[in-house]
């Protein structure tokens, strides 16, 4: 049987976060990440808006080792969607 966990890392501030969470009755795990250490980590910043600073959206699929399996990569309205695979070690 599969065993799956799902987190969120978002650049809101914690008390906004939980907000949304809450609206949406989400019950797995939020990160507040308003310095966007992860974002400048791996690179991701949307570069067509400079002034708001936003982040491309990643789903990483990660294997046992916190090896990623598969990345996607894009918006949930665009249409350019793409799945990479890769075997780099998702660092802690």
Same mark, same amino acid.
């Given at each position: 049987m599969a065993y799956t966990q799902?987190? +969120?890392i !978002?650049?809101?501030d914690h008390h906004k976060l939980q907000e949304f969470r809450a609206a949406v009755g989400a019950q797995w795990t939020?990160? !507040?990440d308003p310095d966007? +250490?992860?974002q400048k980590d791996l690179d991701i910043q949307e570069y067509t808006d400079p002034e708001?600073?936003?982040v491309i959206p990643h789903t990483?699929?990660?294997k046992p080792g916190?090896?990623?399996y598969s990345i996607y990569n894009?918006?949930?309205f665009g249409d350019a969607r793409r799945l990479l695979t890769c075997g780099t070690t998702c660092a802690a």
């Open positions: 799902i987190a +969120t !978002s650049t809101d939020f990160l !507040s966007r +250490t992860v708001h600073n936003p990483l699929f990660l916190l090896v990623i894009g918006y949930w």
